[in-house]
T-cell receptor
Framework: ETGVTQTPRHLVMGMTNKKSLKCEQH?????MYWYKQSAKKPLELMFV???????ENNSVPSRFSPECPNSSHLFLHLHTLQPEDSALYLC?????????????FGPGTRLTVL | AQSVAQPEDQVNVAEGNPLTVKCTYS??????LFWYVQYPNRGLQFLLK??????LVKGSYGFEAEFNKSQTSFHLKKPSALVSDSALYFC???????????????FGRGTQLTVWP
């Protein structure tokens, strides 16, 4: 798991707070992803970045705002979240967005919205 | 449309016995298939993948998976289970079809494997 790191590991926030999740990959990859993992549901792809350019936004509410300043770092900025946004947020990276490339995941940030 | 089904929410096996975690898929083009494992409070760890070639794929920790095109299945197997294999297992598929969504991995709901001593 040292290949992809995420901070913080746990986050509790109120609905009016603003916070950010951070992801860093040490694998020299060019693509990065945000996923949401909720109980009893399949993993949901949120955003895809390729070479620092957003290439997919999977109908995610605007209260989630991604940022990719360089190919090693990915952020997810959070504001005015809802309790149903509580979930495990996973970051992943891959060499490219080619279908044959393996995605490697970080440990996740456990988010609780009160 | 692409989809993955893991028909069993839970699989229980005794240590030392063989284990199988089932996965079936649906894609428009040729499938690229992946297995991941998730331990409590951890991210997903890559186990193995099938892209092309030999239908039997070997991966990490003694796991292997068999691609069966006619049955559209990619079951995960291990000849002798360990207690430490107890975890949540996810099957995922990507589509070779050019019109498919860029980078999208379609995941199953996961199968909880419990290996008892």
């Amino acid at each position: 798991e040292t290949g992809v790191t995420q901070t913080p590991r746990h986050l509790v926030m109120g609905m009016t707070n603003k916070k950010s999740l951070k992801c860093e990959q040490h694998l020299g990859h060019n693509a990065m992803y945000w996923y949401k993992q909720s109980a009893k549901k399949p993993l949901e792809l949120m955003f895809v970045y390729s070479l620092e350019e957003r290439v997919e936004n999977n109908s995610v509410p605007s209260r989630f705002s991604p940022e990719c300043p360089n190919s090693s770092h990915l952020f997810l900025h959070l504001h005015t979240l809802q309790p149903e946004d509580s979930a495990l947020y996973l970051c992943a990276s891959s060499q490219s967005t080619a279908s044959t490339d393996t995605q490697y995941f970080g440990p996740g940030t456990r988010l609780t919205v009160l | 449309a692409q989809s993955v089904a893991q028909p069993e929410d839970q699989v229980n096996v005794a240590e030392g016995n063989p284990l199988t975690v089932k996965c079936t898929y649906s894609v428009s083009g040729n499938p690229y298939l992946f297995w991941y494992v998730q331990y409590p409070n951890r991210g997903l760890q890559f186990l193995l993948k099938y892209i092309t070639g030999d239908n039997l794929v070997k991966g990490s920790y003694g796991f292997e998976a068999e691609f069966n095109k006619s049955q559209t299945s990619f079951h995960l197997k291990k000849p002798s289970a360990l207690v430490s294999d107890s975890a949540l297992y996810f099957c995922a598929v990507r589509d070779s079809y050019r019109g498919s969504t860029l980078g999208r991995l379609y995941f199953g709901r996961g199968t909880q494997l419990t290996v008892w001593p």
